[in-house]
């Protein structure tokens, strides 16, 4: 799971700096606030990777989709980019979690499979 949801988080990172350059053209923002909101957004894309598969990863993976979608307010794309990420989050927690289960599997069956040594 923590591939494809960190993968998710690599690809918001972008996409959120991406954002605060077209933020930039609007005359009502300072450079200041879009920089300053844009990179903790960013920061919290990376420290996400890192946390994703600790209590309280997914949730906060989550809120991290809600302001996606919400920046939407001042960049109008990013309503759609954002349910495209929130959907791909979705997907990466639900098939990561799958993936992790079958893995835990297959370990079980080959560690009862293999004979003892002793």
Do not use: N
Not at 17 to 33: E, I, N, R
Not at 93 to 118: L, N
């Amino acid at each position: 799971m923590r591939t494809l949801c960190a993968s998710t988080l690599i690809g918001e990172f972008f996409v959120i700096g991406f954002a605060g350059l077209v933020a930039m053209k609007d005359p009502d923002l300072s450079m200041g606030t879009v920089w300053t909101v844009s990179g903790i957004a960013m920061f919290l894309c990376l420290l996400l990777c890192g946390l994703v598969t600790r209590p309280g990863g997914i949730a906060l993976g989550w809120v991290l989709q809600v302001v996606l979608i919400a920046s939407g307010f001042v960049v109008p794309t990013m309503f759609v980019l954002g349910v495209v990420f929130a959907a791909l989050w979705w997907a990466s927690v639900h098939y990561g979690r799958k993936v992790d289960e079958a893995k835990a599997r297959f370990a079980a069956q080959a560690d009862a499979s293999t004979p003892d040594a002793a």
